[in-house]
């Protein structure tokens, strides 16, 4: 692959840099520190798009990856309900990828939890442990799985713990009549999520224009391949 | 309902009957200490068999219960091969349930596995906990969760602790990279079995003709009925 | 052991009772639905009270323990300052023992957190987990835990889940800098309770006049008997 | 400090290294890719040795430290009988401090191992979990807690599971009657280990003369320090 990767002097984006330049060709793009102060810049042929950086950004990434008719992979949060628009329009030519957590079994994880809610009759209990740095409790990947799993049960709650240097354990208690099932994931680094965008840029490459989440490439890819 | 409860003196079979007894009406049959010593010493009709006894003593009452066209509930373990032919076979015209792990949450818990396994790149391991007077080790249901997970993963390992009373703790880790996911199932005390007959048997209660087991219960009844 | 049972009829008291008949002689005391209404009323002689009512009853209890010399158990929470006071008063003379939590592994999980606490540099936070109908948070013994806890550590932060039949789960993570410790004692019923306050009897028979508790039973008794 | 790094360019060696290099003086020392490839050709005054090479090589460097008359940290694992009793008898003119698992917490976690099975009546076993690449089983820290645990306990079994990345995670279970306790130690990432030999290095810089491991460093240092 031939990858513009915009936001690379980031945080999360030097880390995917850094995976992504062992096996693929990277030009790095970022308003400083990065070789390319914008798309338009790179006078080279690119396969596609990465963004890591924020949402205004994206906005123009996803431009020009549909005047350039290559896949993009979106991975930032926060984009206004208009930003989400505009990018679903453009997923009608390109293959567009928006994830919000890059962990693969994250993805997995929030699934199986839903499976169990829809089986076994409890209370259902959301426990999330981060480093202490993390000011918002509970966490994003907290909030979302409990608005998942309240489509099949009532009132779940969710308690939060800071402390050390904790990437992210999420675990979920099902509380049957007897018995009871506990799921946990945890991201033992931060790597976890660069490789994660590194492995769906490879699986949204080949697929037709649409718009793709974290769920679409556990669902299909995994599956599938295995 | 009226039941017909076979092995009724067993360990099993006495909570299983203090469990029905709170809200049905029970003929317990047993060779002794029961009030009646074979199906036939009944003189009343019942709507349902359940077997907790053996598997010889199950074939015996799954042919009564072709008799009176009423379903059956076997819940013992180790029938041959020759023995669950038969089964099958009256099968065809009445309800039959056929169950090895009576904990609903057991079953939830050991399609979870696969739903992850399937999803999830990773190593598995499975650690099972009983008390320390069980002699068999792997448990029952960590060679039959193995057997399972090994449809979709390479060499599943297994290890066992045995101590105090535990009743049955199961542990599936996914070893992914950077990240890993655990599943775990506990039984809290011996009545989740018990409990786990009495909902499959008003379950199977309802059904056509036909060979059942826990995964039918927890797909098709709790999923919709949730 | 002859041993006077007060409150021998209330939910504790039943459980203790069961056990105890099983290899010593009780007295049964209640208010109501019990052989004797008061100790006053008992007829014979007995080695020891154990005392599972309530503060204001513990008070005559431990005053008819100093009238016949003997020593007693009182296993009832939240006495007021004046009746504590009274209470030792009383430990002079004769070995009374004072306990909260029963189960003597919540003792020995309290001090080997405090153990850890006062070694292994870390942020410190406690997650209890207990049954749905438990409707204060935190529970008492994750209250005391914090307490002992914060003698080491800057604010020790806790958190609780409530579901299903839940008996007693506490754990105590220890994030250091890129390792941590997580103790966790779990109590599988609540005969453990029951057999504790049987246990602390025995112990308490051969002490000297002094005031004892849980502290005492496991740091002397276990320790040296092991 | 000044310290001269004996095993400069290993695995360990060159975090250990990296880690010092921010607050102190670093002469590395190696048979290949350092700057020196033994103590004496360090043409400048070193405060302490630390040795991350190997059982042969420490030997060399101890007497290198007691010429010098400065203190030693060894942290390599497998030294002969022989071997031992000479690292001892150089411990008599300085102090040597002789390290087999440096991550602080895996020392506490062992003391509080030992800490309830001398108080908490139970059956108990050693889990431990370690990355797929890992050959020996079970992990030498499992194995030195057994023969700890073992001095109270009968029989304490083992057990392991190898998968994916694991660092490396120790799980002692305390089954007891109707309770059981548990006590977890999860090293996060292979810095541990180095930064466990940094702050011995500074602790040991303070002794007299004499024989220290992991246990004066935890029970003296930090329940002082707090």
Redesign the interface.
Known sequence: MVVALVGASGKLGSVVSSLLKRQHLIFPVDLKNAEYRSLNDIPYEYDIIIDVSCPQQSVFSVQNAVENKIPIVIACTGHSEEQLKLIKKCAEEIPVFLAYNM????E??K??SV??A????????I?E?HH?FKKDAPSGTAVELKRELEK?KNDV?T?????????GTHEV?????????????????R??FA?GICKVAEYVRCQRPGFYTMADF??NF??KT?
Chains 1, 2, 3, 4 share one sequence.
């Open positions: 962990a693969v079994g994250a997995v994880f699934e199986a499976f169990i829809e089986r076994f009759s409890s209370d259902v209990h426990h442990q202490k099949t709650s308690s939060s713990a800071r402390g050390g240097d904790v990437v208690s099902f509380y049957g009549q007897d018995e009871l099932i506990k799921l946990t994931h945890i991201a033992e680094n790597e976890v490789r556990v669902d995994t599956v295995r």
